[in-house]
């Protein structure tokens, strides 16, 4: 049952009971099992859009957090059983064991449809002795609930202690190339082991981080994550990431990460019509002209200027430019700092499931890295580089 009181019937599939959340629709053809799992969903019903779910299972290697982060799942057309080497249980029977609601045999092209035109919206779904209320009874429940907008949630997803995911456990051989201190808003797996595969020591702490918890890791760099809610709330973190950019640490952001730097540098943010996500969203790097197929995951944006570099409303940042734009409504996709080492991305480049294009910024990551170690190091024969030398490495860093 959608806010504005349409209704859509069809058969319980995983836990019985009552699912409350935001609806909103993931257009991937593929990855249901890394859609689920991505604490970027937390409180959200999601309506695949891919009419066949739960084909191959499940499987631990395919998580990317430790549970399922999904408020509620609405399916058209679930496996009967599950078909693939690699499946270790069926999706009806982890969301059951998990606790998680879910509708099967729904017209989700129709729901998808209603939500295109209308915008992503509360709802509800219930099963068992929960659907035995009337129309108006559980309109009411759908309608009582918390709106996304204002929604504090990095904090219930994030891990509550650091951990360190090391190179050398991801097939890298020799000493770690550097160390990256990573917030955790809702980390994917993926992410810090795309890192390590690259020689990158990844030390993963929780939300709640202080400066002082950054500074403890003498970190190469800083990145913050993707995750859950309204960017709006996260005061704390982009305090956090104000500080690390006065400090000079390279920083890269995905994702929730993009809109604190965003907020950091003095932008504002504001909630999508329905949001972007799927793993066939096109992308534009404006640097080089090239479009990526990306992975996305979010329902609010960055408000900044469009037309090239413009002072920070925050001025002792200096210069941003908007790097990346969605080609299908011109949504800020990345900002990169001109006069900082920092740049970040409102797409997963760690795409699991998803496309590849993205892989690189990895790579761009640890250049910047790179080159900010190397003017921090001056040689015998030439003084440390001030911030202005800094400021032009960084630019050709980006």
Not at 347 to 373: K, N, V, W
Request: aromatic share 8%; proline share 6%.
């Amino acid at each position: 049952m959608l806010e504005d009181g349409r209704i859509f019937r069809g058969r319980s599939y995983g836990a019985e009971g009552t699912a409350l959340g935001e609806a909103v629709f993931a257009t991937g053809m593929t990855g249901y099992q890394e859609t689920i799992t991505d604490p970027s969903y937390a409180r959200q019903l999601v309506v695949q859009t891919a009419p066949h779910i739960g084909n191959t299972g499940v499987n631990a290697a395919d998580a990317e957090s430790r549970r399922i982060w999904v408020a509620g799942y609405i399916v058209r057309d679930a496996a009967r059983k599950p078909s693939n080497w690699r499946s270790e249980q069926s999706l009806d029977g982890q969301l059951r064991d998990q606790g998680i609601v879910g509708i099967q045999g729904v017209d989700t092209r129709a729901v998808t449809r209603h939500l295109r035109e209308r915008g992503a919206m509360k709802a509800g779904i219930f099963s068992g002795p929960a659907a035995a209320g009337s129309d108006a009874e559980l309109l009411a429940l759908v309608a009582g609930q918390e709106p996304m907008q204002g929604a504090r949630l990095a904090e219930e997803v994030s891990a509550t202690s650091r951990y360190v995911v090391e190179p050398s456990d991801n097939g890298w051989e020799g000493e770690p190339l550097f160390t990256v201190a990573a917030l955790d808003l809702g980390i994917k797996s993926m992410t810090p082991r795309h890192f390590a595969q690259r020689g990158v020591r990844t030390v993963v702490l929780p939300a709640t981080s202080t400066f002082a918890d950054v500074a403890r890791e003498s970190p190469d760099g800083v990145f913050m994550s993707n995750g859950p809610g309204d960017p709006a709330t996260a005061d704390p973190q982009v305090a956090l990431l104000r500080e690390v950019l006065d400090a000079r640490i390279p920083f890269f952001g995905i994702c929730f990460g993009n809109q604190i730097l965003g907020r950091a540098l003095g932008f504002g943010t504001y909630k999508l019509r329905y949001g972007h996500r799927g793993i066939n969203q096109p992308v534009l790097d404006r640097r080089t002209g090239k479009v990526e197929i990306t992975s996305q995951n979010h329902g609010f944006a960055v408000d900044a200027p469009l037309d090239g570099p413009t002072q920070a409303p925050e001025g002792r940042f200096g210069r941003v430019e908007v790097s990346h734009i969605s080609l299908n409504d011109d949504v800020v996709e990345g900002l990169a700092c001109l006069d900082l080492p920092a740049f970040s991305v409102q797409y997963h480049p760690e795409a699991a499931a998803g496309p590849h294009d993205s892989a690189y910024l990895f790579d761009r990551f640890i250049q910047l890295m790179g080159d900010t170690r190397s003017t921090d190091q001056p040689s015998p024969d030439q003084p440390s580089s001030g911030a202005t030398d800094n400021g032009a490495n960084d630019k050709e860093a980006h």
